[in-house]
C-alpha cells in the first residue's frame, strides 16, 4: 500500500496568496486537503483569506507605482509578477513532494 504524502502548511504557506485553496486542489489533488482545512491552516497561522492578502498586495504594489511607469504598463508588471510568483510556488512545492516520495520509498 502506497503512503499518502500530504501538503503541510509550510506547502500551504509556500503557495499563499497566489493560490485560491480550490487551485491548489486542482494542482496537487493526492496531496492537496479540502478547502475548508486550507482556510483554518491559513487561520491557524492568522493569515486572512487568499482573496484578501493578493488584493492588499497588489494595492500595496499598485501605490508604488513609479512615475515614469504607466498605469497600463504597471498593471502587466504586476500581474507578471504574479504569474511568476504562482509558477515559483508550483515548482517548490512539487519538488517538496518528489523530495519526500523519495524519501519514503528509501524507507521502504
Same mark, same amino acid.
Given at each position: ?8 502548511? *509550510? *506547502?500551504?504557506?509556500? #503557495?499563499? =496568496?497566489?493560490?485560491? =485553496?480550490? %487551485? !491548489?486542489?486542482? +494542482? ?6 479540502? %478547502? ?7 487561520? $491557524? ?8 492578502? #493578493?488584493?492588499?498586495? !497588489? ?7 513609479? +512615475? ?12 507578471? *509578477?504574479?504569474?511568476? +510568483?504562482?509558477?515559483?510556488? $508550483? ?9 519526500? +516520495? ?5 524507507? %521502504?
Amino acid at each position: 500500500m502506497e503512503a499518502k504524502i500530504r501538503l503541510d502548511i *509550510d *506547502d500551504y504557506l509556500t #503557495l499563499y =496568496p497566489y493560490w485560491k =485553496p480550490i %487551485e !491548489i486542489q486542482k +494542482e496537487f489533488p493526492r496531496h492537496s486537503h479540502c %478547502e475548508s482545512q486550507i482556510r483554518n491552516y491559513y487561520k $491557524r497561522v492568522r493569515h486572512g483569506t487568499q482573496h484578501q492578502a #493578493l488584493n492588499a498586495l !497588489i494595492k500595496t504594489t499598485m501605490n508604488n507605482r513609479p +512615475e515614469n511607469t504607466s498605469l497600463a504598463d504597471w498593471k502587466a508588471k504586476i500581474a507578471s *509578477d504574479i504569474a511568476t +510568483e504562482r509558477e515559483k510556488g $508550483r515548482l517548490t512545492v512539487w519538488k517538496t513532494i518528489e523530495a519526500r +516520495e523519495r524519501v519514503l520509498r528509501s524507507s %521502504e
